[in-house]
Nanobody, 120 residues
Framework: QVQLVESGGGLVQPGGSLRLSCAASGSFRRIAVMGWYRQAPGKQRELVATITRGGVINSADSVKGRFTVSTDNTGNTVHLQMNSLKPEDTAVYYC??????????????WGQGTQVTVSS
C-alpha cells in the first residue's frame, strides 16, 4: 500500500507563487518516479513535471522556466515550486508516484488532488 499526502494548493494572484508538496509512505521497495499532473475543467489530465530517482526531469513546455520539481533527501517527498503563475495554470494538481513493490512489481499511484486557482 502507498499513501500520498498532498499540501500547498490555494488561491494566488497572477504573477504569484505557490509550492506544492507530496509525501509518500507505505510498503514498497523504492520510488522510481515522482511528480505532478494537472487537470483543468473540461480538459484532460496533463503532465506538469516528473523527476526520476536518478534526477532526470520531464516537464511540460508550458511550465518550463516557471515551475521547478524536486525531491527531498529521503526521495519520498516531491515538491513543485510554481512561480510566475498564470490564470491558465488554474487546475487540480495531482501527485503521481511510480514505485517498486515488495514483490518487485511496478505500480503507479495518484494523490487526491489539490486545487490551484490563479485569479485576481
Amino acid at each position: 500500500q502507498v499513501q500520498l499526502v498532498e499540501s500547498g494548493g490555494g488561491l494566488v494572484q497572477p504573477g504569484g507563487s505557490l509550492r506544492l508538496s507530496c509525501a509518500a509512505s507505505g510498503s514498497f521497495r523504492r520510488i522510481a518516479v515522482m511528480g505532478w499532473y494537472r487537470q483543468a475543467p473540461g480538459k484532460q489530465r496533463e503532465l506538469v513535471a516528473t523527476i526520476t530517482r536518478g534526477g532526470v526531469i520531464n516537464s511540460a513546455d508550458s511550465v518550463k522556466g516557471r515551475f521547478t520539481v524536486s525531491t527531498d533527501n529521503t526521495g519520498n517527498t516531491v515538491h513543485l515550486q510554481m512561480n510566475s503563475l498564470k490564470p491558465e495554470d488554474t487546475a487540480v494538481y495531482y501527485c503521481y508516484v511510480e514505485v517498486t513493490t515488495l514483490d518487485y512489481y511496478g505500480t503507479t499511484h495518484w494523490g487526491q488532488g489539490t486545487q490551484v486557482t490563479v485569479s485576481s
